[in-house]
């Protein structure tokens, strides 16, 4: 059974940084269109970057030039760099694949106060 495990958010004030991860087991990342989505409270999860099998990467309008998302395939394991984090970035980050989505993580918090 694949499992999807995200962590590294924290509370931080506006301005700051943070680095997520997501670590997957009992499937494979690697050739997978993978990608970090965040939902907000009370909102629909969003996919906010994608990066593909060979390294392409897509942003949402809201955090290019922000965010940065990055691969480990050896390690099974993708990463989300933050900075300049805004009060508007408050949400739960899952990662998932693209296409084919497994069971969702927990997903991580992301709280950024003013």
């Known amino acids: 059974q694949v499992q999807l495990v995200e962590s590294g958010g924290a509370l931080v004030q506006a301005g700051g940084s943070l680095r997520l991860s997501c670590v997957v087991s009992g499937g494979t990342i690697s050739t997978s269109t993978m990608g970090w989505f965040r939902q907000p409270p009370g909102n629909r999860r969003s996919v906010v970057t994608t990066?593909?099998?060979?390294?392409?990467?897509t942003y949402a309008e809201l955090v290019r030039g922000r965010f940065t998302i990055s691969r480990d395939d050896a390690r099974n394991t993708i990463y989300l760099q933050m900075n300049d984090l805004k009060p508007e970035d408050t949400a739960t980050y899952y990662c998932n694949k693209i296409y084919g989505q497994w069971p969702w993580g927990q997903g991580t918090q992301v709280t950024v106060s003013s």
């Open positions: 990066i593909a099998g060979d390294g392409r990467e």
